[in-house]
Nanobody, 133 residues
Framework: QVQLQESGPGLVIPSQTLSLTCTVS??????????WHWLRQPPGKGLEWMGT?????????ASSPSLKSRTSISRDTSANEFTLTLSSVTPEDTAVYYC???????????????????????WGKGTLVTVSS
């Protein structure tokens, strides 16, 4: 059974860069059709997707107004980890940050390719990051 564990600083000074790492055990981040996400939940608000790295290494980052392209995702396959980097943090970035796993697959024919996803079935416990001077 795959397990995820977030790690990183609990306190970040405004304007600095936040880096969080998700260490995965019980499975490889390169195993096919698995997608590794970062989400966050600010106090009193809903979950916000921040980015994804796929089993093949393709990355996607959110470009919502609240993130404004400050997010990047990377991975270290030798350590079986993936990392979130968020630049120019402000107090509005204070949140519990989660890493998750989603599985999927695809069906394909001669003239079509359809990806499907099962939903996020494994979550880290979350780590609280406070941005404050």
């Amino acid at each position: 059974q795959v397990q995820l564990q977030e790690s990183g600083p609990g306190l970040v000074i405004p304007s600095q860069t936040l880096s969080l790492t998700c260490t995965v055990s019980g499975g490889s981040i390169t195993a096919k059709y698995q997608y590794w996400h970062w989400l966050r939940q600010p106090p009193g608000k809903g979950l916000e997707w921040m980015g994804t790295v796929t089993y093949s290494g393709t990355t996607y980052s959110a470009s919502s107004p609240s993130l404004k392209s400050r997010t990047s995702i990377s991975r270290d396959t030798s350590a079986n980890e993936f990392t979130l980097t968020l630049s120019s943090v402000t107090p509005e970035d204070t949140a519990v940050y989660y890493c998750t796993r989603e599985r999927g697959g695809y069906v394909a024919g001669s003239d079509y390719h359809i990806d499907y996803f099962y939903g996020m079935d494994s979550w880290g416990k979350g780590t609280l990051v406070t941005v404050s001077s």
